[in-house]
Structures are given as structure tokens and as C-alpha cells.
């Protein structure tokens, strides 16, 4: 008999969103996998949970791995844990779980708390169709060539992001989705400084700049897809481009496809110029 591996989700700020379920299986397990065992020390010691913990994050996870597979198939139960959150959402944790399907190990979650779903359920934004993005490119060039692979999707996106660089993807979002696109940003969620404010991205820019002390803390960025008329005009506009510059000049193709279908005249020329 083989042992099982529960991937348990942690609270996102608030330690009481623990469950109940989840606090059992913490104490029941032979032992604790976390991401920082140092932080995950705050958690355990909070519900008098003293089962070992060992370290399990991005850089020692292939080795880690391994060891864990070893115990599970030697019948010792383990936990997955993350700092906040539920494991391998934007966490450590693909490369044991796919391990463990391989070796025919059970994977029993514990859900709980997901910041990314817990900004959308407070949004306002539509949630019956969403696409989780994870956190957006580090780099601009990088950046703004993920969000113009988004900018027709009619999803809502969602993004996870950091203090330091909320300000330039707030930046580039305007400039890939348009200053007028409907966004929640979600921050601190379930701690003493949640806020979360609703308005279009330039609205949102605007009131980060002017506002120095809501630029701390974990953001998850909520965005309405693009309506689904635009991305058929978009689709329209380019299947006409394409049929008129074989046979006029870039700009005079451009400038008709502009009156039939409305799309953006700088859009349309730079996919000519394509």
C-alpha cells in the first residue's frame, strides 16, 4: 500500500480560513512538504500542528521529488503545502504530482483558499469564463508580447502581480488592451489591508499613482475580456485587409476597412505592414 499525498491549500493572509479538514490531515501526515519552511512555521505553530516539515520549492524540487515519491511508495502519507494559497497555482508542486500519477500514488486535495479565485468572486467582472494568466512577464518586450496574444481574447483574464512592478503592467495593459477595458485590482486579500477597486485601467493607473501606500502587498488583476462584437470586427477587419492589399495601396485598403468595420486605423496599418 502505497501512501497519499494530499495537496492542501493555506490561507492567503487570514491563518483562521484554515479548515478544519486541512488542520487534521496537517497533523495526521508523516510529514510536511512547504515551500518556506520558515513561514510555514508561523501557520503550524498557530494550530498547534508539530508534524516535521521539509523544504520544497522551485529550485530543489526535481531532487525533492524524488525523495517524496520514495516515501509515498513506501506507505508514508504526505502534505503539499505553499506559503499562501493553493499548491502549483503559480506555486512549486507540477513535478511531484505528475510523479505521482506515474507511480499509480493517490492525490487527494484539500482545497481552500486561491487568491485568484477569490478576487474574481468579488470583481463584478463576468466569472462563468475565465482564463488564469499567472504573473505576466518580468521583462517589457516580454510583457507586452503576452498581452497582445490577450488582446481579442473574450475571456476574462486573470493576472497575479507584484509590488514593484504593478505600476508598468498597469502601463502596458492600457497600452496592449485599451485604457477603457473594465478591471478589479484585488489587494491583501483576507488581510487588515484588503482593498479591492473597480474601474476601467486607466481609472485603476491613475488612482495607483496617486495613491504611494496601495502600491504594497500582493495584487491579482481582474480584466474583462474584449466583447465579442470587437473580436468579430477584428476578425472581419483582417480577412478584408487581406483580400484589398493585393489590389490598392496600404493606405487606401486600410482607410476602407476603417469605415466598414471601425477597427483602429494604427492597428489595422501595422498588420498591413505585416
Given at each position: 500500500m502505497t501512501g497519499i499525498l494530499y495537496i492542501v491549500a493555506t490561507p492567503i493572509g487570514n491563518l483562521t480560513d484554515l ?53 509515498l511508495k513506501n506507505g508514508l502519507s504526505i502534505a503539499l503545502i505553499t506559503d499562501a494559497g493553493t499548491p502549483l497555482i ?92 473594465q478591471a478589479t485590482i484585488a489587494r491583501e486579500i483576507t488581510k487588515l489591508f484588503e482593498t479591492i477597486k473597480h474601474d ?75
Amino acid at each position: 500500500m502505497t501512501g497519499i499525498l494530499y495537496i492542501v491549500a493555506t490561507p492567503i493572509g487570514n491563518l483562521t480560513d484554515l479548515s478544519a479538514r486541512a488542520i487534521d490531515t496537517l497533523k495526521t501526515v508523516a510529514y510536511i512538504a512547504a515551500e518556506d519552511t520558515r513561514h510555514s512555521k508561523i501557520l503550524l505553530n498557530h494550530f498547534a500542528i508539530r508534524t516535521p516539515l521539509v523544504s520544497y520549492h522551485e529550485h530543489n524540487e526535481t531532487r525533492a521529488s524524488e525523495k517524496l515519491i520514495q516515501d509515498l511508495k513506501n506507505g508514508l502519507s504526505i502534505a503539499l503545502i505553499t506559503d499562501a494559497g493553493t499548491p502549483l497555482i503559480s506555486d512549486p508542486g507540477y513535478t511531484l504530482v505528475t510523479k505521482a500519477h506515474e507511480e499509480h500514488i493517490r492525490v487527494s486535495p484539500i482545497p481552500g483558499a486561491s487568491a485568484a479565485i477569490a478576487a474574481l468572486s468579488v470583481a463584478g467582472i463576468p466569472s462563468e469564463r475565465f482564463a488564469f494568466e499567472g504573473f505576466l512577464p518580468a521583462k517589457k518586450m516580454q510583457r507586452i508580447a503576452c498581452l497582445q496574444a490577450l488582446v481579442h481574447e473574450t475571456r476574462t483574464l486573470i493576472f497575479y502581480e507584484t509590488p514593484h512592478r504593478i505600476l508598468d503592467a498597469l502601463h502596458d495593459l492600457c497600452d496592449c488592451l485599451g485604457e477603457t477595458r473594465q478591471a478589479t485590482i484585488a489587494r491583501e486579500i483576507t488581510k487588515l489591508f484588503e482593498t479591492i477597486k473597480h474601474d476601467n485601467l486607466l481609472g485603476l493607473k491613475t488612482w495607483l499613482e496617486k495613491n504611494p501606500e496601495q502600491q504594497k502587498g500582493e495584487f491579482v488583476l481582474i480584466i474583462a475580456g474584449a466583447s465579442e462584437t470587437k473580436e468579430k470586427d477584428a476578425v472581419l477587419a483582417e480577412k478584408l485587409l487581406a483580400q484589398l492589399t493585393p489590389h490598392l495601396p496600404l493606405s487606401q485598403a486600410v482607410k476602407i476597412v476603417v469605415e466598414v468595420t471601425g477597427v483602429k486605423r494604427n492597428k489595422l496599418y501595422a498588420k498591413g505592414l505585416k
